[in-house]
């Protein structure tokens, strides 16, 4: 009995109205803002079994992620009470290990690509109400981006546009002097990046690694910080 009394006392305090930090900043036509954080790139390959002419089967894939550095800006259209309209131009530095595989002899060839996004998100962000100086929030929308950091001949070779599905969840949280809103967003790259017109390929050793891949496909786990 004590310890539900202790609960449901906890309770009621934690739904108790408080002071608001800066109680308005909702209400504003434009917000702006920038931003910080940290992501993961990966590719979703998708390998075509290709036997060459000396009977190697080659297999590429991403065995681990590497994190990288996500910096950007951030202008939001108020909509209603719940909606907000967001344009986010963002910077994603980051690399990405391909590690090619022989099927038989366990052969490794390991290519290392750098990348250089700038990703342009038109997001649609959808609040809960209020509580206290705290507000949860998810989100989701399109993300045309490019790659100022594609080069030729490698293993490998993308096309530098892609564009993004994005969806997320994060909170607004008021302080005294600016809203901080930390958020987790995954993207999902719509195009087949792989680049098949290999006329920058002079090193003919690296074709049995072209030809082992079918698709490319893009994909990133964001955690930003946004300070508005």
């Known amino acids: 009995m004590l310890l539900a009394g202790l609960m449901a006392l906890s309770t009621v305090s934690a739904q108790k109205r408080r002071v608001q930090n800066r109680p308005y900043i909702d209400q504003r036509r434009w917000h702006y803002g920038f931003l910080a954080g940290i992501h993961t790139q990966d590719y979703k390959l998708v390998n075509t079994g290709i036997t060459t002419d000396d009977g190697q089967t080659w297999f590429a894939d991403v065995p681990e992620y590497s ?13 209603n009470r719940l909606l907000a309209l967001r344009v986010v131009p963002t910077l994603h530095f980051g690399d990405k290990r ?13 290519q290392n690509i750098k990348s250089a996004y700038l990703s342009v998100p038109i997001d649609l962000k959808f609040s809960a109400e209020r509580i206290n100086n705290y507000r949860p929030y998810v989100m989701a929308g399109m993300a045309p981006t490019y790659d100022f950091s594609v080069k030729k001949h490698g293993a490998l070779l993308v096309h530098p546009f892609d564009c993004y599905v994005e969806v997320g969840l994060g909170c607004d949280f008021y302080l005294p002097f600016f809203k901080l809103i930390p958020e987790l967003k995954f993207c999902f790259g719509l195009s087949n990046l792989l680049n098949t017109k290999r006329s920058d390929l002079t090193d003919l050793s690296l074709v049995k690694y072209t030809q082992a891949v079918g698709k490319v496909a893009s994909r990133m786990i964001v955690l930003s910080f946004y300070f508005e």
């Open 98 to 110: 391909v590690v090619f595989r022989e099927q038989t002899s366990g052969e490794q060839y390991t």
């Open 67 to 79: 994190p990288g550095f996500t910096v950007g800006v951030l202008g939001e259209l108020y909509l």
